[in-house]
């Protein structure tokens, strides 16, 4: 799974990752203020440049950042051309209704600026959204993340700890097939049937990959044994308990409130009794997983004050959580929620250890094996 | 006793000729057995029927049965085997599921269900078994080439099978990494008592580790016995023992010192003349390409540092060093696919590279199509260049089949003849023997030394230093990204501590064709010129 860093000790423990994550996440749904999302991006960044390591998932964070900031783009031109009136006009562009049954609404006409800023900054939460996520994948090990399930979803987790590895292996497998296609004619590029030329061995390349991997992890045991009676059982109890909580939701909706509790605590007894089950009837042992450290439980406190640092700004009526664009003016900045977006760098204290370089000799065996030449060098 | 047995098997893979045809083999308990053939002959396949990927997860027709420690393969899949044969794949990365070395070699122990205080103790002796105690707690991907493949072979090692089955477990690593994971297996197999089947190409450094050696050919065994009786009469066998045959030596030699008490025990042959060197191109032509003090950085890294390189016309250049030292990095400055951070790469002609993997490049559904889909990228069609190269690099007989039913050694050629049909005078070929077989070999060094010689030049960054001596007029050496050496492939490979095999028994000749072309000159009468 060529991904993350190259070193050992990553400082924080998976978990510890997942709550900053979700605590960044709330930060943003809290603070959608654009300088506080601004600087929620700017602690991913600093969290991915000390803790990603070369690895192939902090590559894919600006990918993903760029991805997510063209879809920003799009959608604020999408609005903008739709949703017109107030004031503050930047141009008119000549305006087009639609016939009412594709919804009538008037494309182009007057762009505001208003509309554009308030599009922007609700697309910019979205950038806040995806940049969190991509750190995360950057930061984390994803087998300790497996190994943090409980051991009912050991396999399953797996498979998605693999499927997610194979991100980075994509992308160095579109650089190397870019790189062949301009080789090929050298250095002539020829748009034309590009796309094709270059995705069908993209695929091919992660086709031989996936049939490598998969037949390591069939020859390797994985997936070995039957399913014993506790896994049927287990299985039985799962979707009881799912079917419950379903059931729980028509409850709500139909307004009886009794009984959609009642249903819903019968329902998560039922599914937690069902990994329970099922983990006891795996019988697998994990090697050697990772124990938190007081070091994790003192950073995830850290992280988690910063929602609830927000909901008692808000509570206390600060205004500059939130910003509307209309009337047009500049966001807000207040030292309370500044503290709390700040909290979440408190991973970036500790720092891993420096990635050693794949290499098996050393200059001095080089400048050896050279020695016997030199007197035929001509450089 | 046999460890494994194969009675009758025929297998063919959906939509594909069959592979093996009634195939009968014992593999001895305890042996560390050879598998050798040419590309396409079915070694890699006659592998993976051990443990029984042939046929669960390949799929295909398949007749006769496959015993493997008393177990069928009929009715136990891999995962079931997975106690008594552990089986490495060719590319060492794409096996590894876990992110750790640690806790990829303990990923069989987890499947078999093993208490926590026997993994840990498994990990501990494989770790060890392989000398990568060290590498515990590094990531698969941040490893050189051998490392990787002693971590995938520590992998398929703890749940301590009976057997390993590693396939080419040497082609994609450097000669200092190769002898890194096949002292590893030879340790095991006497140590532990591991039987070992091991497929591989070059046969330098594996033939002389052998107890049998299996010689596979379209799908049926040729030979089976020790590798001296085997390799008598095989056409790639290791440069010594081709040495030996052609002044007929007994018994022939398998390793250099093999050879020189040959050569100490029989008279010296009456070798005329000098060695011409490689091919006897004419002299250099023209500057085709200049690199001037060229600094490359990747990721923060300095992987080229200060590197100078002139290519003429006529020339044929062997860039060789161990994996890492920048050699993809300088072919691919030099095909102006990555931008420098100090110095200049001018080229005077079209300058076209054949990536490493072939796969990267191949995506036509034939051959044929393939190659003339250059030419249509280049605005021209060219049936006369088409059906050169098809011919040059032996692939004709392949024009219509589709590339990726091709092994692995075809598709190299494959990808090269793509490249070279676009008619750019200046080649540069990355590993273009990984998976090639002697056949394959002789193609490729024909066709590069007569680009050659037609005035285009070609650069090939090569583990392989018999191929180089072959065919390299020039070689540098690159170490740590700087030129360790630079000069004419002669002098450069003679003064190497790995160098050709033949220098160690005949010196000044460097290859066996060498030694034959002096030998011919003395019997025409031993005029030197």
Known sequence: MGSGQGTAERPWHALTWVVWAVAATATLQLAPSPVYVLLVIVVAFMVVQTHGGSGGYARAFPVLVGAAAVFMVLRVALTALTTHGGPHVLWTWPALALPDWLGGFTVGGTIEAPVVAQAAAEGFVVVGVI?????????VSHHELVQVLPRAFHEVGLILAVGIAFVPSTITAVRDVRAADRARTGGRVVRRGRLVRQIVPVLDLGLE?????SESMDSRGFARGATSRRDQASGWIGLAGITALGAAFVALVAGRRGLAVALTGGGVVAVIGAIAVASAATGRDRYRPRRLRASDLVVMAGVCLSPVLLVIADTTGDRTLTWVASPLRWPGLHAVPVVAVALLAVPLVRRPAPVPTPTTATRETVAAVGAGVAAEVTT | MSAITFRGVTFGYPD??????????DVVAGDLTLVIGGSGSGKSTLLRCVNGLVPHSSGGRFAGEVITFGRSTRDHAPRDLADVVGIVAQDPEAQFVVDRVEHDVAFVLENLRMPATTMRRRVEEALDALGIAH???????????????????????????????????TSQIDPQGADDVLAALTRLNADLGTTVLLAEHRLERAAPLAHRIVALDAGRVQAVGTPATVLADHPGAPSVTRLGRLLGWDPLPLTVREARAAAARHPRPDLVGEPVGAPGLPAPGDVLVRARGVHVGLGGRSVLHDV????????????????????????????????????TVSAEVAVAAVPQNPNALLFASTVRRELEETLRLLGRSDPVAVEHWLHALGIAPLAERHPRNLSGGERQRVAIAAVAVGGAPVLLLDEPTRGMDAASRRALHDAVVAHAASGGAVVLATHDVELAAECATGAVVLGEGEVVAAGDARSVLAGSLFAPQVLRVLPPFLTVSDVEAALTRSALGGDPT
């Open chain 1, 131 to 139: 940049a969190v996520f991509a750190a995360l994948n950057a930061v």
């Open chain 1, 209 to 213: 990959r996936a049939i490598t991997l």
């Open chain 2, 135 to 169: 590498l515990r707690d590094r990531s698969p991907s941040s490893l050189s080439g051998g490392e990787q493949q002693r971590a995938a072979i520590a992998g398929a090692l703890a749940a301590a099978p009976a057997a390993l089955v590693l396939d080419e477990p």
């Open chain 2, 308 to 343: 100078s390189f002139d290519l003429h016309a006529g020339e044929v250049v062997a860039l060789l060093g161990r994996n890492g030292a920048g050699k993809s990095t300088l072919l691919r400055a030099l095909a102006g696919l990555i931008g420098t951070e100090r110095g």
């Open chain 2, 16 to 25: 594909g000729p069959d592979a093996l045809h009634h195939l009968d083999l």
